[in-house]
């Protein structure tokens, strides 16, 4: 059974900390993964990872993945407000390729 | 980026009526589409992926025969919940996907509540 896992469930920071937030998977046919932001509707797309080691970068968000070890990492330095979200993890994979959800984390930003 | 539209983004209708709820894509052609529904503080749930002209497939534990799925061309879906009970209330979102099968862009969402 394909099983998404990701940690912390929730975490409270204040500005400028950074984050990590942790996504590890088991997923049949897996393709590709994908980060998405869920504020207060849709998720919004973050980054979507293919290949092992190749570190992609938006702004102050930042994400990994790693194949063999079956996880993904997402970095948000200098946090502001405006990041508090749920950060969903979605490996992609199965006969439809189909997005596959985790819980989501729950970052919270305090002034 | 690709723009999905879902509508309606909110209904509020009586039990035992149905809704229907449209997923189109807006400036891309959409071979593949995807219905979640998705219950507060908890993560989507994918429903069913859906595919031009063809019948959509269902997760396990989801009725067929209670949300009827439709995807009768390239750009538009269309999602019926039958007879809806306060317990179908939920955040329902669609996504579609081109022929390129890179990212899945999200519609807005419906939020349902059935009184």
């Known amino acids: 059974e394909d099983k998404v896992v990701q940690s912390p469930l929730s975490l409270v920071v204040h500005e400028g900390d950074t984050v990590t937030l942790n996504c590890s998977y088991e997923?049949?046919?897996?393709?590709?993964l994908l980060w998405y932001k869920q504020e207060k509707k849709a998720p919004t797309f973050l980054f979507m990872l293919?290949?092992?080691?190749i570190e992609k970068k938006s702004g102050r968000l930042s994400s990994i993945l790693d194949k063999k070890e079956l996880f993904s990492i997402l970095n948000i330095t200098a946090t502001q407000t405006g990041d508090s979200a749920v950060y969903l993890c979605?490996?992609?994979?199965?006969?439809?390729?189909?997005?596959?959800f985790g819980t989501g984390t729950l970052l919270a930003v305090q002034p | 980026g690709a723009v999905v539209s879902q509508h309606p983004s909110w209904v509020i209708c009586k039990s035992g009526t149905s809704v229907k709820i449209e997923c189109r894509s807006l400036d891309f052609q959409a071979t593949t589409m995807f219905w979640y529904r998705q219950f507060p503080k908890q993560s989507l749930m994918l429903m069913a992926t859906?595919?031009?002209?063809?019948?959509?497939?269902?997760e396990q534990g989801v009725e067929k025969d209670k949300f009827l799925i439709n995807h009768a061309s390239l750009t538009l879906s269309t999602l019926t919940v039958t007879s809806a009970h306060p317990e179908d209330s939920s955040f329902y979102i669609c996504?579609?996907?081109?022929?390129?099968?890179?990212?899945?862009?999200f519609g807005q969402g419906t939020r349902l509540t059935v009184v």
């Open positions: 979605a490996p992609t994979g199965g006969a439809t390729n189909k997005l596959i």
């Open positions: 996504s579609a996907e081109g022929w390129e099968r890179t990212e899945a862009f």
């Open positions: 293919t290949s092992s080691g």
């Open positions: 859906s595919n031009e002209g063809s019948k959509a497939t269902y």
């Open positions: 997923v049949t046919n897996f393709r590709s």
